[in-house]
């Protein structure tokens, strides 16, 4: 199974291409005047500061009278103070701050591939541009180390993001080479891959990027250019991790030497935040920093995938199950802990004090997607589609212009607002953060929608996500263009017809949602017949012309219950229709919403009607329940029986709460 | 209602006796040693060390070529590193390392008041004298600034805890006094607060404590020696605290001028921490630092009962109200939140994350007696009794050797293990703290026991507390001895006989416990009768040698629940029988606890059965539950009636959990 090419997708979706307009016409300007530090009330970026100050360093070396930047270390992260000029030769932002510039040209690059669009290109290729002149003739670029001193470049990989930058430049350049066939990029890449390769590969010394991105991008760079050593480096990047001596640990001591200054040793605990603490192999767990770990996760499968690894992809596995089978939210989330962003105790999984960071949903839709090309089944793409349409979609407004970083599954703003144990807890979107990972990756993600709905081989073509448009692909010898209208998540509604110009024999694998019944009939054409494997309809035969595959998915108001394993769960369920998980918010049911009980007998009378919010128009969730009489004669007192009313409660999709006035939402109600 | 004299005292109680005999037998010795950095394997106190540091100093002042200790700060805690040999002349421990002296001096104060130990008194004595040689000439004494330059002392009232150390000396002071009828200690302490009048007096700054507890301290000390300006020194440090121009602020700011280091001004939020954001009088909700807090609301109750403040008794009401129908767990605990060590919001009471420090709920029990003499209520004695039974004999082990800091409702020692954001909680209690204010705490509140169970006026007797033994008190003009018997937490029966010369005309107001039936018949003599008031039977007439009140007050295992307010309890329940609060341990009931349910329709078939534990015979309640089976078929399924299992769980009380193997704990199920 391997990805479709970008330019042979085009999304053309009631739902999606609202969202994929907000990335174009939203998200994308608006991050662009972010990076360049033009939104006003908005913390400043420094990322095309910093690149601009790179280049002119680079254009003045070699001058009469021209010093190298001595090493002093700018720390993890440098702003100006508020009265402060900043220096335009100096390094500002986070020590990755460069990688908001490379996610921001993947996702501009995935809009190219489907449309074009010559303003939004002219400003990629100025882009494209500085980068390039940023970069030194060895091939090295990083702005925080070319303008704070190189004789300590990649010699802090656990803290210092070199090699996390350097994947982000990779993904950008591979797509930007494949929507627009321009390898400007490209060879900044391959120049900076090729001086790490030098530097780490299997002659160099053996160290590992401490917050992992370049193995999957390494392992697209590899496929993409057909230069096997690039998948070399993201297979060792992978291998030598957690192994003994431990990399990190022998660097955090070289360093402290150099500094005069002892540091402890990493516990096993704290290594674990950087998955190093063991190797893969021995991994069994998903631990650690969420993004992290997913990210490792990715880049594990892509390995295992292009090299056939079997222990490899066994790990792949138990990094699955470990992830998705005990450390889920339902809404797709992973993370449960702010402490180290962090995956918490199998079944620990707190509604208030998720973290569940927009990131580490959008982490495992990549983990997601690559096991789906490991093994073809459709329990992957359930999960791609549920941290779609729930975790990640709820990282973004409506609007396209404010972002939580921070996804709970309960929130009372009140307590938020006084409980500093719930401090990492937002109950509005924010504009921009300072460290704006979330924004950017979302953008990546949601405008590349088509490389996880299709995948293909020689003359398989896989739907794994039900996504209005087309995909072009040539199929048993003929060029094939498959359209796709879905009424997802309105109705399960799906229609699927071909364009060819001749019959042809070749096999269409139609995923059948893990959230509709499996038996629902499909009506394909006289020719062809089917076979359910895996969660998927392989559709196989002679298809001619016109052809037309259909199905209706019933998507019934399903409640749901999380495994007694989960103690924040027990005695509670949760709403979902289709891929998209409901929640009760204070606009439409009032405060207290701890107070309402779902009552199997009267899910008979669940109606879903639509609710307009912030102009989308959604399904929303009308269901009786009752609600337990607050107030009452103290704190506590002999038990009675609960005072309940009847209450008819209006849920909406978790993805679209806090798009009106501030108040409280929760996802799991008593049942 | 004023407090009985403490050698009058004398208590012998199944129960509560072998309480008593821990803390003299085991505590006191025990906590002796630690002060003496005499115990191998816990924490170095230095306590005493610092006297000794503090006294050589002393002897030395006058001698040629004597130098004072010029300022040197030497931080809020220094301990010396693990191969460093200790400097005998220099202070170590936490700022406030001299309280743990005084509490443990008033704690043997209490023990000694009822009964001769002279090897006890000879060691009190010696401290006594040891303290005493520390003082300077002045009348100042904090050995922390003495060792350390006395130029900065009084001069960073929010953080370096002097008046709280001096209010510790002057309860021992007090409490020694009493017990022995030696002045030694005593008049130390008149000299610091005679000293501290000068400084901060009405001619003074207008200063007062960042930790409170000099408020009831001087209250006291005022009530022993009948010189009222302590009590208006008390007066002034509640009524400044919080006005503008805030105290705090200017100091800091003033430290910070000095320091040349410029530090911001503390928030509002910062400010509650030390309840000095603003005025008390204004202040209608308990925050902050719950330790802090109940000592100032203890104070306040003080004075307000001294002086007949009524705006000062309407803000205690408020206070109280806010702390105990708003913020008390179901222990008596208070204080929710490990930030601060600090009142959450109203209704926040998490059972895991639960902070409940043990000094906060001897802090709780303090302010409750302090209410009752305000204002005889038995509400205030079932709080203190709530409080006393659950909250704060939870933080000693059965064996008085080890202590709890944190006591939560809810444990599961894994989860603890590996979330740091249960990094606080304890599951196995430790033997001793370097900060280790809750041992000497819960030393002070057990030995003295007598001062909350009773009460008196010119003509009534009050028994707040059924604990068995005799108060002797002159009543009616004669000499009376009242004897108790009780059976509580065993069975609700108590008997009380009066042993007095001749006949004699009094009232003795017995309180009705909130936990049983109001209208439970009680026993009274000939020649007396009773009405009842606020809680309290108050029976009045011509009391005869040898008359006797007997009641047997039901103590049914009840169910009690929270209000819906309480979002961690909704749909739960929780199980008491008088004012003892049950909890399920693993070592009765298994692991997953969570999956326990109560079930109200079994509760007839509810069986009240002894159990030994480390050595106490314990009442224990069994009963049927209904438990939900555990495993299934992953993480989220469709909701399914649940399938459950008949089971018997077995609860005991809740202070008697951890005193066997390590395991799960927890105070609310499931109903």
């Known amino acids: 199974m391997r990805p479709v090419e970008l330019h042979n997708v085009v999304i053309s979706d009631p739902f999606w291409s609202k969202i994929r307009n907000l990335v174009k016409n939203v998200l994308l300007?608006?991050?662009?005047?972010?990076?360049?530090?033009?939104?006003?009330?908005?913390e400043k970026s420094f990322c095309v500061h910093n690149f601009k100050a790179a280049a002119r360093l680079n254009a003045r070396r070699g001058r009469p009278g021209f010093l190298e930047p001595q090493w002093s270390d700018p720390g993890?992260?440098?702003?100006?103070?508020?009265?402060?000029?900043?220096?335009?030769?100096?390094?500002y932002g986070f020590v990755f701050q460069d990688s908001d510039l490379y996610?921001?040209?993947?996702?501009?690059?995935?809009?190219?591939?489907?449309?074009?669009?010559?303003?939004?290109e002219a400003t990629c290729d100025g882009a494209v541009e500085l980068i390039a002149a940023a970069q030194l003739p060895s091939g090295y670029i990083d702005t925080y180390y070319i303008l704070s001193g190189m004789e300590r470049a990649l010699t802090n990989l656990r803290d210092n993001h070199e090699?996390?930058?350097?994947?982000?430049?990779?993904?950008?350049?591979?797509?930007?080479?494949?929507?627009?066939?321009?390898?400007?990029?490209?060879?900044?890449?391959?120049?900076?891959?090729?001086?790490?390769?030098?530097?780490l590969g299997p002659s160099g010394r053996p160290g590992y990027p401490g917050h992992e991105i370049a193995e999957m991008a390494l392992a697209r760079l590899s496929e993409l250019t057909g230069d096997k050593k690039y998948l070399e480096l993201a297979e060792l990047f992978i291998k030598r991790r957690g192994t003994e001596p431990n990399y990190f640990t022998a660097e955090r001591r070289k360093?402290?030497?150099?500094?005069?200054?002892?540091?402890?040793?990493?516990?096993?605990?704290?290594?674990?935040?950087?998955?190093?603490?063991?190797?893969?192999?021995?991994?069994?767990?998903?631990?650690?920093?969420?993004?992290?770990c997913m990210y490792l996760a990715s880049g594990m499968a892509d390995v295992a995938r292009l090299t056939g690894d079997e222990p490899l992809r066994d790990a792949c596995d138990r990094l699955w199950h470990s992830a998705v089978h005990e450390k889920m939210y339902i809404t797709g989330g992973v993370g449960g802990t702010r402490d180290g962003e962090a995956f918490s105790c199998p079944f620990d999984l707190p509604s208030d004090a998720a973290y569940s960071e927009t990131c580490a949903a959008v982490g495992l839709v990549f983990f997601a997607g690559r096991m789906l090309r490991l093994r073809p089944a459709s329990e992957y793409a359930d999960?791609?589609?549920?941290?779609?349409?729930?975790?990640?979609?709820?990282?973004?407004?409506?609007?396209?212009?404010?972002?939580?970083?921070?996804?709970?599954?309960?929130?009372?703003?009140?307590?938020?607002?006084?409980?500093?144990?719930?401090?990492?807890?937002?109950?509005?979107?924010?504009?921009?953060?300072?460290?704006?990972?979330?924004?950017?990756?979302?953008?990546?993600?949601?405008?590349?929608?088509?490389?996880?709905?299709?995948?293909?081989?020689?003359?398989?073509?896989?739907?794994?996500?039900?996504?209005?448009?087309?995909?072009?692909?040539?199929?048993?010898g003929v060029p094939v263009c498959l359209s796709v209208r879905s009424d997802i998540p309105f109705s399960g509604r799906v229609e699927l017809s071909l364009d060819l110009p001749e019959p042809a024999s070749f096999t269409l694998a139609l995923r059948v949602p893990g959230w509709t019944d499996p038996d629902t009939p499909v009506a394909v054409p006289d020719g062809v017949t089917y076979v359910t494997r895996d969660g998927y309809m392989y559709i196989s035969g002679l298809w001619r012309p016109g052809d037309a595959v259909t199905a209706d998915f019933p998507?019934?108001?399903?409640?749901?219950?999380?495994?007694?394993?989960?103690?924040?769960?027990?005695?509670?369920?949760?709403?979902?229709?289709?891929?998209?998980?409901?929640?009760?918010?204070?606009?439409?049911?009032?405060?207290?919403?701890?107070?309402?009980?779902?009552?199997?007998?009267?899910l008979s009378a669940v109606e879903v009607k639509s609710l307009k919010i912030s102009g989308f128009d959604l399904p929303s969730v009308s269901v009786p329940v009752k609600k337990l009489r607050g107030g009452g004669t103290g704190l506590y007192a002999p038990l009675s029986p609960p005072e309940e009313d009847s209450f008819r409660a209006l849920l909406i999709p978790y993805f679209a709460w806090a798009n009106r006035a501030e108040g409280e939402m929760r996802v799991w109600l008593r049942y």
Not at 76 to 91: H, I, L, M, Q
Not at 177 to 199: Q, S
């Open 29 to 42: 300007p608006y991050q662009w005047r972010a990076l360049n530090d033009g939104i006003d009330g908005a």
């Open 255 to 292: 360093n402290a030497a150099l500094d005069g200054k002892p540091v402890p040793d990493d516990t096993p605990a704290r290594l674990d935040y950087y998955q190093a603490a063991k190797p893969v192999l021995e991994q069994d767990e998903a631990v650690g920093h969420a993004v992290r």
């Open 163 to 199: 090699l996390y930058c350097m994947g982000h430049l990779i993904e950008a350049a591979c797509a930007y080479y494949e929507a627009t066939g321009k390898d400007r990029l490209l060879n900044v890449a391959r120049g900076f891959a090729d001086f790490v390769y030098l530097e």
């Open 383 to 476: 999960v791609m589609e549920r941290a779609l349409f729930n975790a990640c979609l709820s990282g973004m407004s409506l609007d396209g212009r404010s972002f939580f970083y921070v996804n709970p599954l309960e929130a009372v703003p009140e307590l938020i607002r006084r409980d500093s144990r719930l401090s990492h807890v937002d109950t509005r979107r924010q504009k921009w953060f300072g460290c704006a990972c979330c924004p950017p990756n979302l953008a990546r993600l949601l405008a590349n929608l088509g490389s996880y709905a299709y995948a293909r081989d020689d003359g398989t073509l896989w739907v794994n996500l039900y996504v209005g448009g087309s995909v072009r692909q040539t199929l048993g």
């Open 76 to 91: 993890f992260s440098v702003f100006p103070g508020a009265d402060e000029t900043p220096d335009p030769d100096k390094f």
């Open 103 to 120: 996610k921001w040209l993947e996702a501009a690059a995935y809009i190219l591939a489907s449309e074009r669009d010559p303003e939004l």
């Open 555 to 602: 998507m019934p108001v399903t409640l749901t219950a999380a495994s007694p394993a989960v103690r924040e769960c027990v005695g509670k369920a949760s709403v979902s229709r289709g891929p998209v998980v409901y929640c009760a918010e204070e606009a439409d049911n009032g405060k207290d919403l701890h107070l309402l009980r779902l009552d199997a007998s009267e």
